[in-house]
């Protein structure tokens, strides 16, 4: 095989798990398969060329508390501490990621998500390299940072996702601003603080509650069945729209600025009602020269070929997620990931079109005897 991409997407790194000591805020068990995926295409590829692609939310960074608390203004020195305590937390996938860099040929590219856009900033991306590539080039680990985009020959783009959905959508030309005190920190878009303010605190209390999809319909169960959680939630909900959205002038000028954009903003709410895939699907064939789109974000793997022979691809998630839509309903164990192959497929057929090949799918790794589990959940 000449070339190999691996593209993963939305693992969510915490700060790890100790035996008997529950972590809510811990979403990723799968050091292991990680591990056991990486030696395998290390192994496939042989002396040829393997570059992993992160592709968005592999930290969890929004999770991670800094004195006790959830921060909402990120500096540097902020991203670099809650990034080493998910590294620190997890030393299996470290060393695999080390091990992974230390031969020749090997690549990573990250793209920050809306869960780790803290590794936009360079002391984050430098703390990373030192980690997983200590005596490697360290120009063979690569952060996109001008934008969302990592564009790839034959017509493959590979994004997060996140700028599809205007709640999560940064602007790239100026990611940070001054606080009050003349620090420099991120300009968080109002999805994130809504995760600071809003879900993480329902995380502690329902640990489960970012696995649901679609959320609406467990809230809507929880008018019967859960109905102080329900309260509870919209209660913070209230306050964050309140403080952030109503009593905050950062955005009502944000709003003047954006005034003459109003058809524009109010059109796209409306047609925001299909939700991501929708999204997806609008933008993949709105595209020109783009063959096939690869994206992340809402944690529903999908692989769409259209009749004009577009690609749509979402590498869905690691975490376990609990579908309630009746066309999804079940509880999905993740490990999907795709891959972009040049010159001979991992099957061993030849690709003589000279095309790449992309497909979707999923990680079952070596058979185990057996997990540990830190603590029954």
């Known amino acids: 095989m000449k070339l190999l991409r691996i593209v ?35 192994e496939v590829v042989g002396h040829g060329e393997l570059e992993v692609v992160l592709n968005g939310d592999i930290f969890d960074l929004l999770k991670v508390k800094i004195a006790g608390k959830w921060p909402t203004e990120i500096t540097d020195a902020i991203a670099c501490e809650k990034l ?68 790839l020959p034959d017509g493959i783009q590979i994004r997060h996702g996140h700028q599809l959905e205007r709640i999560h959508r940064v602007d790239y030309r100026r990611m940070t601003k001054r606080n009050r005190d003349g620090v420099e920190v991120l300009e968080l878009p109002w999805g994130t603080l809504w995760i600071l303010e809003v879900m993480n605190p329902a995380k502690e209390l329902r640990s489960f509650v970012d696995r649901i999809q679609p959320l609406g319909r467990f809230l809507l169960g929880a ?69 096939v789109l690869i994206l992340g974000h809402s944690h529903g793997p999908r692989f769409l070929q ?37 010159g001979r497929g991992e099957d061993g057929e030849s690709l003589t079109d000279g095309k790449p090949r992309v497909q979707l799918k999923r990680w079952y790794g070596r058979t185990r005897p057996f997990e540990v589990l830190p603590y029954a959940d």
């Not at 798990?17 to 990723?28: L, T």
């Not at 209230?238 to 952030?244: E, G, I, N, T």
């Not at 003047?256 to 925001?272: G, N, T, Y």
Request: with cysteine; charged share 25%; proline share 6%.
């Open 223 to 291: 008018v019967l069945f859960d109905t102080r959680f329900l309260f509870q939630f919209f209660w913070r909900s209230a306050l964050y729209f309140l403080r952030w959205r109503v009593f905050n002038l950062g955005a009502w000028r944000d709003r003047l600025k954006r005034l003459p954009q109003l058809p524009e903003m109010v059109r796209e709410d409306l047609i925001a009602l299909g939700g991501f895939d929708a999204a997806a699907l609008r933008e993949v064939r709105r595209l020109r020269g783009v063959k």
């Open 306 to 342: 259209f009749p004009d022979g577009k690609l749509l691809v979402n590498t869905g998630t690691w975490m376990k997620m609990i579908n309630l839509d009746v066309q999804h309903l079940g509880q999905d164990s993740g490990l999907t990931y795709c891959t972009i192959e040049y």
């Open 84 to 151: 080493r305590q998910c590294l620190d937390g997890h030393p299996r996938f470290v060393s695999a990621l080390s091990r992974f860099m230390s031969k020749p040929r090997r690549r990573i590219v990250f793209i920050p998500g809306n869960h780790d856009l803290d590794m936009w900033m360079p002391g984050p991306q430098a703390l990373f390299r030192r980690y997983v590539a200590p005596a490697a080039a360290p120009d063979r680990v690569h952060f996109i940072t001008q934008g969302d985009t990592y564009h």
């Open 8 to 42: 993963l997407s939305d693992l969510h790194l915490g700060t790890g798990v100790r035996p008997g000591e529950p972590n809510a805020f811990e979403d990723f068990r799968h050091d292991e398969d990680f591990a056991a995926l990486l030696e395998h295409y290390d």
